[in-house]
């Protein structure tokens, strides 16, 4: 993956399913791994409604890169903030 963006917006699903299944855990997970890499003024987080696969939830797209990102677990943060960092330049 080469390095092709400026900035990145994650748009996190608050609906009821992906609230129900971690969406908030993973909120603060991205938002602490974003402030601890210093990243705050390159990724942004927004909460969205119901994008339509709560089945595959909590879920998440790159608003930016347009990667959509499903069944997102605490322990899947680190590695999706890999992944836009690497992008960045
Ligand atoms: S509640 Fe998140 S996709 Fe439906």
Known sequence: MSKSQTYEIISLCKGMSCTL??????????????????????????ESCCK???????????????????????DKVKKIIDEIENCLF
């Open 52 to 74: 339509g696969m709560c089945e595959e939830g909590p879920n998440a797209t790159l608003l930016i890169s347009g990667e959509q990102k499903n069944g997102i677990e605490v």
């Open 21 to 46: 299944n971690g969406s908030e855990e993973v909120h603060d997970e991205l938002e602490l791994e974003i402030e601890k890499r210093a990243l705050s003024d390159k990724i942004e987080i927004v």
